[in-house]
Structure formats: C-alpha cells, structure tokens
C-alpha cells in the first residue's frame, strides 16, 4: 500500500504551493488523511487532518487560516494548499492515512509517504 507525495518545490516568501497525496492501488474513501511537516533538525509535527467522514478538518496552530486540506475521493486524493508560505514552513512534507475510527482518527496512522520537499526563499 502506498501513498505518494508531489507538488512541493521553491516558492518566494509569501507564495503558494499546492500538495497532492495520491493513493496507488488502494482506494482512500475510509481512511482519515493527515499531513506532517518536517523542518531540518526538528521533529515531524501534524500540521493538518482530514477525516473521511464529514469530513471534519483539523489544524495545526502555526498554519491555521493560511493553509487547507481537501479530498477529492473519486481521484483518490488529498491535498494542501498552502498560501502565504514563510520560511518556516520549508522542510519536507509527508502524507499518512490511518483508519477512521472514533478512537484513531487523525491520531494514529498506518501508512506513510515517502515526502515531498518545500523550499521558501527570502
């Protein structure tokens, strides 16, 4: 089962950039999706979360009002747009989906990608 990153590149400070995680050969349509930011040096944190219910969205606090999840289930997709992107938002950014239980969702998670890498210039 994979999950497969893309979108990510160089953006100005103040920029937009749009991720997409796709699922090959496994369909999404129960699982909650969530998305993580690597910064260099520092632990992976969540920054956002998309039930598949609802479905009900979550944010971290640093990204709240600049960035949006979205699923499209019939192409199998989530994603992130990210708008007003600062520095602090480079590193990589990872996609990982996790059954949509009561208990698990947007808490615990299965199936990782393998990245997608954001870079913002000054």
């Known amino acids: 089962l994979q999950l497969v990153e893309s979108g990510g590149g160089l953006v100005q400070n103040g920029g937009s950039l749009r991720l997409s995680c796709v699922a090959s050969g496994w369909t999404l349509d129960d699982y909650a999706i969530g998305w993580f930011h690597q910064a260099p040096g520092k632990y992976r944190e969540e920054v956002s979360c998309?039930?598949?219910?609802?479905?009900?969205?979550t944010y971290g606090d640093s990204v709240e009002g600049r960035f949006t999840i979205s699923r499209d289930n019939a192409k199998n997709t989530v994603y992130l747009q990210m708008n007003d992107l600062k520095p602090e938002d480079a590193g990589t950014y990872y996609c990982?989906?996790?059954?949509?239980?009561?208990?698990?969702?947007?808490?615990?998670?299965?199936?990782w990608g393998q990245g997608t890498q954001v870079s913002v210039s000054t």
């Open positions: 990982a989906a996790g059954r949509d239980d009561f208990a698990r969702r947007c808490k615990e998670f299965d199936y």
């Open positions: 998309i039930s598949a219910s609802d479905p009900s969205t």
